[in-house]
């Protein structure tokens, strides 16, 4: 089955500095990518995903990379703000009717004021 | 807010008991996907449901089963619970199967407490 790996598991950054988090998969054959923000003791919600026929995509202060030779994706938030921080998740699905999301162990980013 | 309801939102029993979760999905929702947080397991799914059926299953054990109604509204029973079914049960929800109708919205979860 799939496997995700995501690095680092704590990022700490300053307020306005930029924040990379990063995840491979196994599976070669899986097709979409998105990503779960968490805040403690809530839901996980869905703040931007990709799927395998796109290299990039932005929403503003938040872009997502898929390199599928590599089999990695990454999250990056520029302008960090205080209210950024939060656990973050990045999930893969595999192709077909079966389209479980296996996640990656998550980041602890802390955005310093 | 998701659109996707959980009740109970806490649940507190001792081991050997047996629990119901309930999950309500999106209007229009089709797929319901149920998931556990644990500390030292993270986020693992458990069970998929499309329209009724069961689609996929995951590291879920034989005292857990799960089933979807005619409603859509899906229910997760854990049964002869031990300590370490002590996590946050998250449902998810999403249209279908594939393309831009996969995309899953969570629940608020039931954290479950085994005492």
């Known amino acids: 089955g799939e496997n995700v790996e995501q690095h680092p598991s704590t990022l700490s950054v300053q307020e306005g500095d930029s924040a990379v988090i990063k995840c491979t998969y196994s599976d070669s054959a899986s097709n979409y990518f998105p990503w779960y923000k968490q805040e403690l003791g809530k839901r996980p919600q869905l703040i931007i995903d990709?799927?395998?026929?796109?290299g990039e995509k932005k929403d503003q202060r938040i872009a997502v990379t898929l390199n599928k030779t590599a089999k990695h994706f990454s999250l990056h938030i520029t302008e960090t703000q205080p209210e950024d921080s939060a656990v973050y998740f990045c999930?893969?699905?595999?192709?077909?009717?079966?389209?479980?999301?296996?996640f990656g162990s998550g980041t602890q980013l802390t955005v310093l004021p | 807010d998701s659109g996707v309801t959980q009740t109970p939102k806490h649940l507190i029993t001792a081991t050997g008991q047996r629990v119901t979760l309930r999950c309500s999905p999106r209007?229009?929702?089709?797929?319901v996907y149920w998931y556990q947080q644990s500390l030292d397991q993270g986020l693992q799914f458990l069970i998929q449901y499309y329209n009724g059926e069961e689609r996929a299953k995951g590291n879920i054990l034989e005292r857990f089963s799960a089933q979807q109604f005619p409603d859509l509204h899906s229910e997760l029973n854990l049964s002869s619970l031990e300590l370490g079914d002590s996590a946050l049960y998250f449902c998810a929800s999403s249209v279908g199967l594939a393309g831009n109708t996969d995309t899953q919205y969570f629940g608020p979860g039931t954290r479950l407490t085994v005492l």
């Open positions: 999930a893969a699905v595999p192709s077909g009717s079966a389209r479980q999301l296996t």
């Open positions: 209007s229009g929702d089709l797929s």
């Open positions: 990709i799927r395998s026929n796109v």
